[in-house]
């Protein structure tokens, strides 16, 4: 059972020690085992709030893109590795939120909300938080309808919004690339998206736009077949 959403906003958290020697050591470790193709890093603002929209394949996504990244980024976990009891409970939640973890509560209404509050507080503070607008991992490897919640903080901060295409994540094996004709990892950084005409525009409207316009900048670079449905093929 999913533990509720605390009732006041906790402080932003921020990335440890812990995150920035594993990176230290997971870019290396991930290169010998993926050699990831990376393209469009200098597109992720140096300074300031960016919010990184990408697809979501496998587990591995939020690894690589971290280890991708010129900047520290933070993600969106499941609550349920903050609340676990024991040695093991205790050690997932000191390393999650060691590595700058923000809690997400599957949940509507208040839960969601404090979800969403969470990452627009690590906006606020200049810092680069990535999101899944689909919500959940693709099963099929179409690229479904985006949620209206990654909209909503790129609306409320003003940050950057920064489309990533990811391809291979879904399927890739540890060394696959040595084998031949075995296809990489790949990790494209799109450019930020343009929203200076929706200046103006009402809530509702906008936030639809954004949403449109993050999942139409992802397929382009993935080359994913858009559903054209929202994604309930996963619950992770």
Same mark, same amino acid.
């Given at each position: ?9 906790? $402080? ?18 991930? &290169? ?10 200098? /597109? ?8 990184? *929209?990408? /697809? ?12 991708? *990244? ?22 997932? =939640? &000191? ?18 909300? *404090? ?8 906006? !606020?503070?200049?810092?680069?938080? *990535? ?20 909209? &909503? ?20 094996? $540890? ?7 075995? $296809? !990489? ?5 799109? #450019? ?6 929706? #200046? ?6 906008? =936030? ?22 929202? /994604? ?5």
């Amino acid at each position: 059972m999913t533990a509720p959403a605390p009732s006041t906003p906790a $402080p932003a958290p921020r990335p440890g020690a812990v995150y920035f020697v594993g990176r230290v050591v997971l870019r290396p470790l991930f &290169w010998l085992m993926y050699r990831p193709r990376i393209t469009g890093r200098s /597109n992720v603002p140096e300074r300031g709030p960016v919010l990184l *929209a990408s /697809n979501h394949l496998a587990s591995l996504d939020t690894v690589i893109i971290p280890t991708s *990244a010129r900047r520290p980024v933070q993600f969106l976990i499941k609550s349920s590795y903050f609340t676990g009891s024991g040695v093991l409970g205790r050690f997932k =939640r &000191w390393f999650f939120t060691s590595i700058g973890g923000v809690p997400v509560y599957r949940a509507t209404g208040r839960d969601a909300r *404090a979800a969403l509050d969470a990452g627009s507080s690590i906006l !606020r503070a200049g810092s680069v938080f *990535a999101v899944f607008p689909e919500g959940t991992r693709s099963r099929d490897g179409k690229l479904h309808q985006g949620h209206g919640g990654a909209a &909503w903080m790129a609306r409320e901060t003003g940050a950057a919004v920064v489309p990533v295409g990811l391809i291979g994540t879904g399927t890739v094996k $540890p060394f696959s690339h040595l084998l031949p004709g075995r $296809p !990489r990892v790949e990790v494209h950084f799109g #450019e930020p998206l343009d929203l200076s005409d929706l #200046e103006g525009v009402p809530d509702g409207k906008a =936030r639809r736009e954004i949403t449109e316009r993050m999942m139409a900048a992802i397929a382009g670079l993935t080359g994913q077949e858009r559903s054209g449905s929202v /994604n309930a093929s996963s619950r992770d």
